[in-house]
Protein backbone atom coordinates (compact mmCIF):
# COMPACT_ATOMS: atom_id res chain seq x y z
CA UNK A 1 0.00 0.00 0.00
CA UNK A 2 1.27 3.43 -1.20
CA UNK A 3 1.04 4.86 2.75
CA UNK A 4 3.28 2.06 4.35
CA UNK A 5 6.16 3.66 2.00
CA UNK A 6 5.35 7.36 2.67
CA UNK A 7 8.53 9.24 4.14
CA UNK A 8 8.36 12.66 6.29
CA UNK A 9 11.41 14.25 6.15
CA UNK A 10 14.62 12.03 5.64
CA UNK A 11 15.71 13.68 2.62
CA UNK A 12 19.39 13.85 4.17
CA UNK A 13 19.36 10.12 4.60
CA UNK A 14 17.93 9.41 0.93
CA UNK A 15 20.88 11.75 -0.45
CA UNK A 16 23.60 10.16 1.72
CA UNK A 17 21.98 6.67 -0.10
CA UNK A 18 22.45 8.00 -3.37
CA UNK A 19 26.14 8.94 -2.84
CA UNK A 20 26.76 5.85 -0.94
CA UNK A 21 25.59 4.08 -4.04
CA UNK A 22 27.95 5.54 -6.34
CA UNK A 23 30.72 3.83 -7.72
CA UNK A 24 33.69 5.95 -5.68
CA UNK A 25 32.11 6.56 -2.44
CA UNK A 26 34.54 5.38 -0.37
CA UNK A 27 31.30 4.63 2.50
CA UNK A 28 30.02 0.63 1.86
CA UNK A 29 28.38 0.34 5.44
CA UNK A 30 25.28 2.69 5.96
CA UNK A 31 23.79 2.12 9.78
CA UNK A 32 20.41 3.75 10.60
CA UNK A 33 19.50 3.28 14.22
CA UNK A 34 16.32 4.59 15.76
CA UNK A 35 13.61 3.74 18.64
CA UNK A 36 10.58 1.98 17.40
CA UNK A 37 8.35 3.45 15.59
CA UNK A 38 10.58 6.12 13.98
CA UNK A 39 9.72 5.00 10.24
CA UNK A 40 13.16 2.49 9.54
CA UNK A 41 11.65 -0.11 8.00
CA UNK A 42 9.55 2.53 6.01
CA UNK A 43 12.76 3.99 5.36
CA UNK A 44 14.62 0.80 4.46
CA UNK A 45 11.46 0.27 2.02
CA UNK A 46 12.08 3.84 0.11
CA UNK A 47 16.10 3.04 0.27
CA UNK A 48 15.23 -0.52 -2.14
CA UNK A 49 12.74 1.40 -4.14
CA UNK A 50 15.08 3.90 -4.65
CA UNK A 51 17.76 1.75 -5.83
CA UNK A 52 15.46 -0.14 -8.02
CA UNK A 53 14.47 2.79 -10.27
CA UNK A 54 17.67 4.81 -10.09
CA UNK A 55 20.80 2.13 -9.63
CA UNK A 56 19.61 -0.94 -11.50
CA UNK A 57 23.49 -2.28 -11.65
CA UNK A 58 23.02 -3.48 -8.45
CA UNK A 59 21.81 -6.74 -7.25
CA UNK A 60 19.32 -6.13 -3.92
CA UNK A 61 19.38 -9.05 -1.20
CA UNK A 62 17.25 -8.04 1.58
CA UNK A 63 17.23 -9.87 4.94
CA UNK A 64 13.89 -9.24 7.66
CA UNK A 65 15.86 -10.13 11.05
CA UNK A 66 12.36 -9.71 12.72
CA UNK A 67 12.08 -12.71 15.32
CA UNK A 68 15.55 -13.75 16.05
CA UNK A 69 15.05 -16.69 13.74
CA UNK A 70 18.01 -16.04 11.38
CA UNK A 71 21.61 -17.42 11.77
CA UNK A 72 24.52 -17.45 10.10
CA UNK A 73 23.22 -21.00 7.98
CA UNK A 74 20.03 -18.83 6.59
CA UNK A 75 22.02 -15.56 5.10
CA UNK A 76 24.42 -17.88 3.48
CA UNK A 77 21.89 -20.09 2.32
CA UNK A 78 19.81 -16.58 1.12
CA UNK A 79 22.69 -15.10 -0.74
CA UNK A 80 23.98 -18.61 -2.36
CA UNK A 81 20.41 -18.27 -4.11
CA UNK A 82 20.44 -14.87 -4.87
CA UNK A 83 23.83 -15.35 -6.42
CA UNK A 84 23.45 -18.41 -7.99
CA UNK A 85 25.54 -21.56 -6.01
CA UNK A 86 27.27 -22.42 -9.11
CA UNK A 87 29.16 -19.13 -9.21
CA UNK A 88 30.62 -19.56 -5.92
CA UNK A 89 33.51 -21.56 -6.78
CA UNK A 90 35.60 -20.93 -3.49
CA UNK A 91 32.53 -21.44 -1.38
CA UNK A 92 32.01 -24.69 -2.16
CA UNK A 93 35.62 -25.53 -2.51
CA UNK A 94 35.97 -23.83 1.19
CA UNK A 95 32.83 -26.26 2.66
CA UNK A 96 34.70 -29.19 1.05
CA UNK A 97 37.70 -28.27 3.05
CA UNK A 98 35.79 -27.46 6.04
CA UNK A 99 34.40 -31.20 5.48
CA UNK A 100 37.19 -32.86 5.65
CA UNK A 101 38.82 -31.27 8.97
CA UNK A 102 35.12 -31.84 10.61
CA UNK A 103 34.83 -33.67 14.10
CA UNK A 104 31.55 -33.35 14.30
CA UNK A 105 31.31 -34.31 10.29
CA UNK A 106 32.87 -37.97 10.94
CA UNK A 107 30.02 -38.41 12.99
CA UNK A 108 27.08 -37.80 10.84
CA UNK A 109 27.89 -39.02 7.60
CA UNK A 110 29.30 -41.92 8.77
CA UNK A 111 27.86 -44.85 6.41
CA UNK A 112 26.95 -42.54 4.07
CA UNK A 113 27.62 -41.94 0.73
CA UNK A 114 26.59 -38.58 0.07
CA UNK A 115 25.26 -35.49 1.76
CA UNK A 116 23.95 -32.46 0.07
CA UNK A 117 25.38 -28.86 -0.36
CA UNK A 118 23.00 -26.98 2.31
CA UNK A 119 22.90 -30.43 5.03
CA UNK A 120 27.08 -30.13 4.87
CA UNK A 121 26.74 -25.98 5.45
CA UNK A 122 24.25 -27.37 8.39
CA UNK A 123 25.76 -29.76 9.74
CA UNK A 124 29.54 -27.09 9.88
CA UNK A 125 27.58 -24.10 11.60
CA UNK A 126 25.55 -26.22 13.89
CA UNK A 127 26.86 -25.34 17.63
CA UNK A 128 29.55 -28.12 19.12
CA UNK A 129 31.41 -28.38 22.05
CA UNK A 130 34.99 -27.19 20.74
CA UNK A 131 33.35 -24.28 18.90
CA UNK A 132 34.81 -25.49 15.33
CA UNK A 133 31.54 -24.47 13.83
CA UNK A 134 32.77 -20.37 14.54
CA UNK A 135 36.06 -21.58 12.11
CA UNK A 136 34.42 -22.91 9.64
CA UNK A 137 31.58 -19.70 9.83
CA UNK A 138 35.22 -17.95 9.54
CA UNK A 139 36.33 -19.35 7.15
CA UNK A 140 33.18 -19.93 4.54
CA UNK A 141 32.69 -15.67 4.79
CA UNK A 142 36.48 -15.71 3.51
CA UNK A 143 35.53 -17.82 0.83
CA UNK A 144 32.61 -16.31 -0.01
CA UNK A 145 34.02 -12.77 -0.50
CA UNK A 146 36.28 -13.93 -2.79
CA UNK A 147 34.24 -15.11 -5.05
CA UNK A 148 32.18 -11.74 -4.54
CA UNK A 149 35.63 -9.84 -5.50
CA UNK A 150 36.02 -12.68 -8.66
CA UNK A 151 32.46 -11.89 -10.22
CA UNK A 152 32.49 -8.55 -9.83
CA UNK A 153 28.44 -8.08 -9.05
CA UNK A 154 27.80 -4.78 -7.53
CA UNK A 155 25.68 -6.10 -4.40
CA UNK A 156 23.48 -4.10 -2.14
CA UNK A 157 22.15 -5.72 1.25
CA UNK A 158 19.79 -4.85 3.45
CA UNK A 159 19.72 -5.58 7.17
CA UNK A 160 16.86 -5.00 9.16
CA UNK A 161 15.67 -5.34 13.08
CA UNK A 162 19.46 -5.88 13.94
CA UNK A 163 19.05 -5.80 17.31
CA UNK A 164 16.88 -9.28 17.43
CA UNK A 165 19.47 -11.55 16.08
CA UNK A 166 21.20 -13.45 18.41
CA UNK A 167 24.36 -12.35 20.00
CA UNK A 168 26.48 -15.10 18.14
CA UNK A 169 25.15 -13.56 14.98
CA UNK A 170 25.75 -10.46 15.65
CA UNK A 171 29.44 -10.94 16.75
CA UNK A 172 29.91 -12.57 13.30
CA UNK A 173 28.71 -9.69 11.44
CA UNK A 174 30.39 -7.19 13.24
CA UNK A 175 33.70 -8.92 13.40
CA UNK A 176 34.29 -11.23 10.13
CA UNK A 177 31.12 -9.91 7.66
CA UNK A 178 31.49 -6.05 7.71
CA UNK A 179 35.75 -6.19 7.92
CA UNK A 180 35.08 -8.13 4.63
CA UNK A 181 32.81 -5.50 2.91
CA UNK A 182 34.98 -2.72 3.74
CA UNK A 183 37.33 -4.50 1.69
CA UNK A 184 35.45 -4.52 -1.27
CA UNK A 185 34.69 -1.54 -3.32
CA UNK A 186 31.39 -3.48 -4.75
CA UNK A 187 29.59 -4.35 -2.06
CA UNK A 188 27.22 -2.04 -0.21
CA UNK A 189 25.24 -3.13 3.54
CA UNK A 190 22.31 -1.13 4.96
CA UNK A 191 21.41 -1.96 8.25
CA UNK A 192 19.02 -0.80 10.83
CA UNK A 193 17.87 -1.42 14.13
CA UNK A 194 17.00 0.12 17.42
CA UNK A 195 20.90 -1.72 17.79
CA UNK A 196 23.24 -1.52 15.45
CA UNK A 197 27.07 -2.62 15.11
CA UNK A 198 29.34 -0.35 16.85
CA UNK A 199 32.25 0.07 14.57
CA UNK A 200 35.83 -0.94 14.62
CA UNK A 201 39.13 -0.71 13.35
CA UNK A 202 38.62 -2.55 10.52
CA UNK A 203 35.60 -1.54 9.26
CA UNK A 204 34.78 1.74 11.02
CA UNK A 205 36.40 4.04 8.32
CA UNK A 206 33.58 2.75 5.43
CA UNK A 207 30.80 2.84 7.94
CA UNK A 208 28.12 6.13 8.22
CA UNK A 209 25.97 6.14 10.89
CA UNK A 210 22.50 8.18 11.25
CA UNK A 211 20.53 8.24 14.39
CA UNK A 212 17.05 8.60 13.06
CA UNK A 213 15.18 11.35 14.52
CA UNK A 214 11.38 11.46 14.29
CA UNK A 215 9.84 14.48 12.18
CA UNK A 216 7.80 16.54 14.34
CA UNK A 217 7.37 19.83 12.11
CA UNK A 218 3.80 19.89 10.47
CA UNK A 219 5.26 20.93 7.14
CA UNK A 220 7.22 17.91 6.81
CA UNK A 221 4.21 15.87 7.03
CA UNK A 222 2.30 17.69 4.25
CA UNK A 223 3.37 15.94 1.51
CA UNK A 224 2.36 12.78 2.98
CA UNK A 225 -1.04 14.31 3.80
CA UNK A 226 -1.28 15.64 0.08
CA UNK A 227 -0.06 12.00 -1.06
CA UNK A 228 -2.78 9.85 0.47
CA UNK A 229 -5.43 12.59 -0.73
CA UNK A 230 -6.83 12.85 2.70
CA UNK A 231 -9.42 15.50 3.99
CA UNK A 232 -9.40 17.17 7.12
CA UNK A 233 -12.38 16.75 9.58
CA UNK A 234 -14.09 20.03 9.37
CA UNK A 235 -13.59 22.52 6.56
CA UNK A 236 -12.67 25.40 8.66
CA UNK A 237 -9.60 23.19 9.68
CA UNK A 238 -6.23 23.26 7.20
CA UNK A 239 -4.07 20.30 6.44
CA UNK A 240 -1.26 22.19 8.25
CA UNK A 241 -3.56 23.19 11.28
CA UNK A 242 -4.84 19.70 11.71
CA UNK A 243 -1.05 17.95 11.34
CA UNK A 244 0.19 20.93 13.82
CA UNK A 245 -2.69 19.67 16.01
CA UNK A 246 -1.67 16.09 15.64
CA UNK A 247 2.37 16.86 16.05
CA UNK A 248 1.71 18.04 19.30
CA UNK A 249 -0.69 15.61 20.49
CA UNK A 250 1.92 12.61 19.50
CA UNK A 251 5.55 14.07 20.09
CA UNK A 252 8.19 11.74 19.12
CA UNK A 253 5.96 9.16 17.94
CA UNK A 254 5.88 9.83 13.46
CA UNK A 255 3.97 6.10 13.11
CA UNK A 256 0.88 7.56 15.66
CA UNK A 257 0.83 10.76 13.30
CA UNK A 258 0.69 8.16 10.33
CA UNK A 259 -2.15 6.62 11.52
CA UNK A 260 -4.19 9.84 12.54
CA UNK A 261 -3.42 10.79 8.68
CA UNK A 262 -4.22 7.29 7.29
CA UNK A 263 -7.54 7.51 9.50
CA UNK A 264 -8.82 10.76 7.64
CA UNK A 265 -11.85 10.24 5.12
CA UNK A 266 -10.07 10.28 1.24
CA UNK A 267 -11.18 13.57 -0.87
CA UNK A 268 -12.62 11.25 -3.17
CA UNK A 269 -15.09 9.67 -0.66
CA UNK A 270 -16.27 13.13 0.73
CA UNK A 271 -17.73 14.07 -2.49
Wanted: aromatic share 10%; proline share 3%; with cysteine.
Amino acid sequence: MLSQHLLANHKQELQAFKEFLLPNSECRILLFEAESGMGKTTLLHNLKALARREFTHYQIVSFDLKGNSIGILELFYKLGEELDWDNLKFFSAAIEECVKNSTQFNVNIKGNSFIGFQNKLQVLLQEDGNQQHKFFAFELTKALFKDLKSLQIPLLIFLDTYQQVSKEVQEWIEHHFLSQVAKNAQLRIVIAGQQVPADNIEWGAFCTSYLLKPAMNPQDWLTVFDALKRKTPTQETTPLGFLDTVCRCYPNQPESIKQMIEGLTKCDEAL
